[in-house]
């Protein structure tokens, strides 16, 4: 009986063992040398944390890290084929697929984080500012600081023959899209682009202008620009730095607003499928340990991000911004516990909402010239956001006990639930013209900006 047993249990043993291996066979990466791109900001933080911590090498992928100069070089390295993947502004998948500026199927299967940017102006404007702006008790702003307190200002410069300008990183930037809806709330029209006119720049009251986030804080400390929407820490480096004022940041404009994804080309996903789910992995076990322990991992996450090969700035200057707190001005730091998320709240998930939203800004401020269709937006946002891709990866490391299905909307339909921004305005991803047609200032109905510029 015994010799038995022994017999039953080797041979158990002999034909379950190359399951496994066959199974993981069927796993692997097809290639595993990679080279990803990223911009010196904090929320690259995700693919640093995958290589630094194991997770990139445990899925069987070697990747470098390289930082790019600016967001049009890392796109071009994308679409060359030079970069297999990158941080990408969330705009940039849906830009390069809809064909406004370069044309490629770019694909985004991965949320990098939620929230973490800033609008800041220089010290002169905050002077001028201050008085239009409402105290608490304790003598200090009252947050949500609106536009409205900016628009006297640009009055100011006006009849001084001086020009306001802002700074945005890129014109499908987040950051672009937030300063406009926030300068636009307050009554100051950011400027339209058209097919002819690229600039962003017709009909505007607040010039906005590309510079890179690096540059920002020397860009405001000379003067060339009045202002600017950036993420961090290049808020927080202004503000440590004595040359600026932090006046809201998009936590405050859009509570757990999308920012950056991560983008490659459909067809790297579509030949390489095994290493864009080993990549999948390593991102969103990154962004599960930044997320850990309310926090927890913030401060080592800060020293990693300073070195010079990824964000460096001081430690201290990227603490102050993800570690939960915001200092607005010297000596007013806020608690903002939610100003980078990386994984709790579905982060890392592509729902097709938030696509729909940066093309309803696209919209708004003529990169797309003319009306489209609710289903047009819906179809764009399923082509470019893939949580099909993402849920095969979840999925795989809840199988491999490294996550928990709770942690993921598996079940989701892509559409967050509606929300309301700061100003009060409704959004449905469902409904993305009725939102259009309820926003101030911009590109409504069938409106062309011919048509704008003719009626304003």
């Not at 970069?83 to 990098?112: D, E, K, N, R, W």
């Not at 607040?206 to 961090?232: D, H, K, R």
């Not at 992995?281 to 990824?310: F, G, H, Q, T, V």
Request: with cysteine.
């Amino acid at each position: 009986m015994n010799r038995f047993l022994s017999f039953l249990l080797g041979w158990v043993l002999l034909v379950g063992a190359p399951a496994p291996a066959l199974a993981s066979h069927a796993r692997e990466p097809e290639i595993r040398a990679l080279t990803f791109g990223f911009i010196k900001l904090t929320d690259m933080a995700p693919l640093a944390i995958a290589l630094e911590r194991g997770y990139f090498a445990e899925e069987g992928l070697s990747v470098t890290l390289e930082a790019q100069a600016n967001w049009r070089i890392l796109l071009d390295g994308v679409i060359a084929g030079t970069l297999q993947g990158a941080h990408m502004l969330a705009g940039q998948p849906l830009a390069a697929t809809i064909g406004y500026g370069p044309q490629a199927h770019i694909v985004t299967p991965l949320s990098m984080d939620l929230n973490g940017n800033g609008i800041t102006v220089s010290n002169e404007v905050w002077q001028m500012m201050r008085p239009h702006v409402p105290s608490r008790p304790d003598g200090r702003p009252a947050h949500p600081i609106s536009a409205a307190a900016l628009a006297p200002v640009v009055r100011a410069f006006r009849e001084e023959g001086r020009r306001f300008d802002m700074g945005m990183v890129f014109p499908v930037s987040t950051h672009n899209y937030e300063l406009r809806y926030w300068l636009a709330a307050g009554g100051l029209h950011p400027g339209l682009y058209a097919p002819h006119d690229a600039s962003g720049q017709i009909g505007a009251d607040v010039f906005l202008s590309v510079t890179p986030p690096p540059q920002m804080t020397a860009a405001l400390e000379a003067g060339t620009i009045s202002g600017y929407c950036v993420g961090e820490p290049w808020n927080q480096a202004a503000v440590q730095r004595g040359i600026g004022v932090a006046v809201i940041t998009d936590y405050q404009i859009w509570a757990d607003n999308p920012e950056k994804v991560f983008g490659l080309r459909a067809d790297f996903a579509e030949a390489y499928p095994n290493t864009t789910r080993a990549i999948l992995r390593a991102l969103i076990r990154a962004a599960m340990w930044l997320d850990a322990d309310d926090n927890a991992n913030r401060r080592a996450a800060a020293e990693i991000l300073s070195r010079s090969d990824y964000v460096g700035a001081e430690t201290e200057v990227i603490a102050a911004s993800m570690t939960g707190t915001f200092e607005y001005e010297p000596g007013d730091m806020r608690a903002v516990p939610d100003f980078n998320v990386f994984f709790r709240g579905y982060a890392t998930y592509p729902f097709y909402s938030d696509a729909i939203w940066y093309l309803t800004q696209m919209r708004r401020w003529g990169q797309i010239p003319q009306a489209q269709t609710d289903q047009w937006y819906a179809d764009i946002a399923a082509s470019v956001y893939r949580p099909d891709i993402y849920s095969d990866a979840a999925r795989s490391l809840i199988r491999d006990g490294l996550a928990r299905p709770e942690d993921f909307p598996l079940d989701s339909d892509g559409f967050r639930p509606p929300v309301t921004l700061f100003d009060g305005i409704p959004y449905d991803g469902r409904a993305p013209n009725t939102y259009i047609d309820s926003l101030p200032l911009g590109l409504t109905g069938a409106q062309r900006v011919r048509d704008e510029a003719q009626d304003g």
